[in-house]
């Protein structure tokens, strides 16, 4: 079983309670980070990567984006498209992103390309590129550390507290960068902002936000 398997295998068995991850603190600090986002795009059409249960989706929706998200896990979807009926949510892997023929004004990826190894995340980024219309801007978060490796019960730090080491254990793999390491990562992007994420477990994330330069993978 590969780690892609193994992790999406843990968030079909969680997805029914992985809400217990939208406290009021992290909710906020989402939708401030979205909000930011949205006054950068230079258009509306939005495409969300690895979006869950689409919370962040409908968020998006509500700022008058046009959204198309995706997710592997069936039951994450089965989730998101139960609150939202009349959304686009289609069932793809993050390594196969090449098969999306629409291009966009803007990519939301929160809370899944950590998911990836680091050669799937460089991967990922130029088809990422490859979406993206001129201009285009792409917004990720990414753990702090260094290495790769399964966790298999959130530690200390972790949205939802006490309630996600309940609810929210199974074996989900993770790679860690260091702030220097993701420069060779970004090239063919410019780096508009970043900011320490709200994370508190392990070393911290951060957030990007990410503009498409006019030269690059294409």
């Known amino acids: 079983m590969d780690h892609a398997t193994r992790t999406i295998e843990t968030y079909d068995q969680i997805a029914t309670d992985y809400h217990v991850i939208a406290t009021p603190e992290h909710r906020a600090w989402l939708e401030d980070s979205m909000r930011e986002f949205y006054s950068r795009l230079p258009g509306k059409s939005v495409l969300v990567a690895g979006c869950g249960e689409g919370r962040d ?101 972790y949205p939802g507290g006490a309630a996600a080491k309940e609810k929210l254990s199974g074996s989900r793999f993770y790679a860690f960068y260091t702030r220097n390491e993701l420069s060779e990562y970004f090239v063919n992007y410019s780096v508009e902002m970043e900011r320490r994420d709200l994370l508190k477990e392990g070393d911290g994330a951060m957030e990007f936000w990410l503009r498409k330069c006019l030269k690059g993978t294409s």
């Open 57 to 157: 989706s409908r968020y998006l929706q509500t700022l008058g984006t046009h959204a198309t998200s995706f997710d592997l896990s069936e039951g994450m979807l089965s989730l998101a498209r139960a609150s939202d009926p009349v959304g686009k949510y289609l069932h793809l892997d993050l390594r196969h992103t090449q098969k999306i023929e629409q291009t966009f004004d803007g990519i939301w990826a929160c809370a899944c390309l950590y998911h990836l190894t680091k050669p799937e995340f460089r991967i990922c980024l130029q088809d990422f590129h490859r979406r993206l219309n001129p201009g285009g801007v792409l917004f990720l978060n990414l753990k702090l550390g260094a290495g790769e490796h399964f966790i298999e019960i959130p530690r200390d730090g």
